[in-house]
């Protein structure tokens, strides 16, 4: 059974720093580009950040880059989001995806499985 479990979540002040973890099993996820995506109350789904593969190349949305990093280890099957400089806007349920993909898409439809999500709490 394919899973994706996301951790690190929880209540920081403004300024200050979480790093999430997405820990993969039941699958080969060192062929899998992962995600990271984000959804806040009454709003959409939004794409925060994604790694290739072998981590070699990734994608950072422009309303976190220069905050938020991403990468991975492989041998682990465990993704990372480390979040800083965070802002009560970041409030959201993090989740973690992986896509069949070589590359990373930012579409949330071109991903396959999803974690459960983690809360992430900005206070200001």
Same mark, same amino acid.
């Given at each position: 059974? $394919?899973?994706?479990?996301? %951790?690190?979540?929880? +209540? =920081?002040? *403004?300024?200050?720093?979480?790093? +999430?973890?997405? #820990? ?6 060192s !062929?899998? #580009?992962?995600?990271? &995506? @984000? ?12 790694? %290739?593969?072998?981590g070699? %190349?990734?994608s950072? #949305? ?5 905050? &938020?990093?991403?990468? @991975? ?5 465990? $993704?990372? +989001?480390?979040? !800083?400089? +965070? ?10 995806? *992986?896509?069949?993909?070589? &590359? $990373? @898409?930012t ?8 974690g459960?999500?983690?809360q =992430?709490t $900005?206070?200001?």
């Open positions: 059974q $394919v899973q994706l479990v996301e %951790s690190g979540g929880g +209540l =920081v002040q *403004a300024g200050g720093s979480l790093r +999430l973890s997405c #820990a993969a099993s039941g699958r080969t996820f !062929n899998d #580009a992962m995600g990271w &995506f @984000r959804q806040a109350p009454g709003k959409e789904r939004e794409f925060v950040g994604g790694i %290739s593969p072998n070699d %190349s990734t950072i #949305a422009d309303s976190v880059k220069g905050r &938020f990093t991403i990468s @991975r280890d492989n041998d682990k099957n465990t $993704v990372f +989001l480390q979040m !800083n400089s +965070l802002k009560p806007e970041d409030t959201a349920v993090y989740y973690c995806a *992986a896509s069949p993909l070589a &590359f $990373v @898409r579409q949330a439809g071109t991903y396959m499985y999803w459960q999500g983690t =992430v $900005v206070s200001s």
